[in-house]
């Protein structure tokens, strides 16, 4: 069985730049996460989806972060414009259900460089 | 708002020793609490969990009993290997179902 899938691995950008990140989900998972994971530290959940539904965004920098999850399997999300703030590496994670009925399973992230 | 907090590393131990690693938290009401691992170039993967007080989640050798009293989830194996060597994530799951990391032990295990 496929893992959760993320593109790019790597992205190096100036300030002010737009960027994008690609998550492919496990099939059948109803339940997909994005995390930040800044150097030394552990990660943070910006936004949740329960299919299409955005049911927890509320540490989504709305200014310039906008995700989307169209048909409720694939999601992107995007930073424009980028800050030299939002260095770090941008997780995905997809799981049945909710965190307390089932495990996430993690990509293996794409790491971003704003210079 | 909930939290965890771990002992710092990164922890280096010789092969074969005693593993702890120290996890606190903080919430409201009850969570469900966790470790994930992150071996090197891999991502993030459960390691084991415990939703209930005095619950004992194992696996791989691993143990981590939820206490409620001291509101910790400490992480231990008896004898580690080399290949155990990796980050270790405490985390808890809160009122809205969202995972609460702490900040990430690193562990190396030499031979």
């Known amino acids: 069985e496929a893992g959760v899938v993320q593109s790019p691995r790597y992205k190096i950008i100036e300030k002010k730049q737009p960027v994008a990140f690609w998550c492919n989900p496990i099939?059948?998972?109803?339940?997909l996460y994005w995390y930040r994971q800044n150097l030394g530290q552990g990660p943070e959940l910006l936004i949740r989806y329960e299919n299409e539904e955005a049911v927890d965004d509320s540490q989504l920098p709305k200014d310039r972060f906008s995700a989307e999850r169209l048909k409720g399997v694939d999601s992107t999300l995007k930073i424009q414009p980028a800050e030299l703030g939002d260095s770090a590496v941008y997780l995905c994670?997809?799981?049945?259900?909710?965190?307390?009925?089932?495990?996430?399973?993690f990509g293996e992230g794409s790491r971003l460089t704003v210079l | 708002g909930d939290s965890v907090t771990q002992m710092e590393g990164p922890v280096t131990l010789s092969e074969e020793a005693f593993l702890t690693i120290n996890c606190t938290y903080t919430a409201t009401g009850y969570p469900s609490l966790f470790w994930y691992v992150q071996y090197p170039g891999e991502g993030l993967q459960l390691l084991l969990k415990a939703t209930k007080a005095d619950d004992k989640g194992s696996n791989k050798g691993f143990e981590a009993t939820y206490r409620k009293e001291t509101t910790s989830f400490h992480l231990e194996k008896g004898s580690v290997q080399v290949s155990d060597s990796a980050v270790y994530f405490c985390?808890?799951?809160?009122?809205?179902?969202?995972?609460?990391f702490g900040q990430g032990t690193e562990l190396s295990v030499k031979p």
């Open positions: 099939s059948g998972h109803n339940t």
């Open positions: 985390a808890l799951s809160d009122q809205g179902g969202k995972l609460i």
């Open positions: 994670a997809s799981s049945l259900g909710t965190v307390n009925t089932g495990e996430l399973f």
